[in-house]
């Protein structure tokens, strides 16, 4: 009797293990529909683009000097003050005058000279950017009272990293952003023949029209084109895919509505969100997964959510 009870129960199981098969679709798990978005691949003008510090300077700084040995005896100068061409900024008392004064109550007031008193007037158009006489102060002939920012030598200067230099050349036109995100339009004059040893960046200065009185040490931003590609075509930054050594990129194409294939692809520049694709060329109206792409295998199903 045991082997016939035996082989009953052998039998019941192979009959179980069919009903599961067939439960099962295909005998194996379902199929894995992913949900995604795309886009479609755009071609049009792109830029490369480069963005650089530019600190504000005068370039031109006149010293004002005596023009007499004296004693300051007036002083209308202040840092930062802006003054016209011609504007009294110091008056000197000379050192005769001066010793002079001292007898005037031994003398005869019609023998005395006149008061000595020299007016040292601004020499142009400009601000004081530093004062370095005040009342009372002795000073010999030729000695500096203050210096003047020449208004018409404001420029920005560019900071470039030198083996970039060969990027940037003189005409060049830019962009200055201030960090009020007001912008000035600027074009590159000429570059500095001297390379700083610590951060080995040569200057560049940049001219600028503005009306407004810009401060001197302000930082911009100058965002300098370096090439435009007409006819680039481009995909958003989201789209492009690549391996832990980033030595490999690809994007997920979209095949018919249903099926997103891996397409190994050689970037380009990148300009805002996009990303230039230099090859292979995509046919007009192609589209690539750009959410949901992360981890798709090739030849993977999907959903394209609207």
């Not at 005869?108 to 006489?133: D, E, K, M, W």
């Amino acid at each position: 009797m045991k082997p016939y009870w035996l082989l009953c129960y052998l039998m019941i199981l192979i009959g179980s293990c069919q009903h599961n098969a067939e439960d099962s679709p295909s005998g194996a798990s379902a199929e894995v529909i992913a949900p995604v978005h795309v886009s479609a691949i755009q071609t049009g003008r792109m830029a490369e683009k480069l963005t650089l510090n530019a600190v504000a300077a005068y370039l031109k700084k006149n010293s004002l000097k005596a023009n007499v040995t004296g004693y300051v005896v007036s002083v209308s100068a202040t840092p930062g003050m802006p003054v016209t061409k011609g504007q009294p900024l110091f008056v000197l008392q000379t050192k005769e005058a001066r010793a002079i004064s001292g007898l005037a109550d031994s003398l005869n007031r019609n023998l005395l000279p006149l008061s000595g008193q020299v007016t040292i007037r601004a020499s142009q158009n400009g601000f004081v950017s530093q004062v370095y006489h005040q009342v009372g102060d002795y000073v010999p002939d030729g000695e500096p009272l203050c210096d003047i920012s020449d208004q018409n030598s404001f420029a920005f200067l560019l900071q470039v990293p030198f083996e970039w230099s060969d990027q940037i050349h003189p005409g060049q036109s830019c962009t200055l952003i201030l960090p009020d995100s007001s912008r000035l339009q600027g074009r590159i004059a000429y570059r500095m023949p001297l390379v700083d040893p610590a951060s080995q960046t040569q200057q560049y200065v940049i001219n600028v029209s503005t009306q407004k009185w810009l401060p001197e040490n302000l930082i911009a931003r100058a965002v300098l084109t370096l090439r435009v590609y007409p006819q680039a075509q481009w995909v958003p930054k989201s789209a492009i895919l690549t391996n832990e050594e980033q030595n490999s990129f690809w994007v997920m194409r979209v095949v018919g509505d249903s099926l997103a294939v891996k397409t190994p692809v050689q970037p380009g520049i990148a300009e805002d969100s996009n990303v230039q694709i230099l090859s292979p060329l995509f046919q007009s109206g192609e589209r690539v997964v750009t959410v949901g792409n992360y981890g798709l295998p090739d030849t993977a199903h999907i959903r394209i959510i609207p």
